[in-house]
């Protein structure tokens, strides 16, 4: 098992990029939803990878619904500024799928709504309005990590 970072409709290629190289390092797998805001031939994607991209289990999906009937049993955790718990106060498994929105707009509303009991958020100071899609990718999949003792991981 590993644990899933999934895209839905990222618009930024260069964190895409950055986020496939924390995949890699990781054994996490990455899952994008389209539409993207970009060719997967862009200079910048592949930039930001570097040289690790055969090392990312990359899949792609046409929406939203593909990667919840390809995982039916999945535990799925949205990452808004919505969210009412904190990314830390949840107890991560192996396998758990990882959610974020596009750079603008994040996940819509009504997904968020509908499993506000599995939407998570990250604490911030009230002068920004949210943290860069790399970053937080990478802060909460490694809180899932350090919670699972690093699986597989030196």
Known sequence: MAFHI???????????GNISR???????HLHLVRPLGFDTDDRTLKRAGLDYWHAVKVHYYDS???VRDRFPEGR???????????YDSVAYRDGDLLVFGKETKGLPPELIEENMDT???????????SMNL?????VILFEALRQNDFPGLG
């Open 134 to 138: 790399s970053n937080s990718a990478a």
């Open 119 to 129: 939407a998570i958020r990250m604490p911030m100071t009230g002068d920004v309005r």
């Open 64 to 66: 939203f619904q593909e």
């Open 22 to 28: 924390t995949c890699a390092a990781t054994g996490a």
């Open 76 to 86: 799925f955790f949205y990452a808004s500024t919505k969210a009412r718990l904190r």
């Open 6 to 16: 999934v895209l839905v409709e990222p618009e930024i290629p260069a964190n895409t």
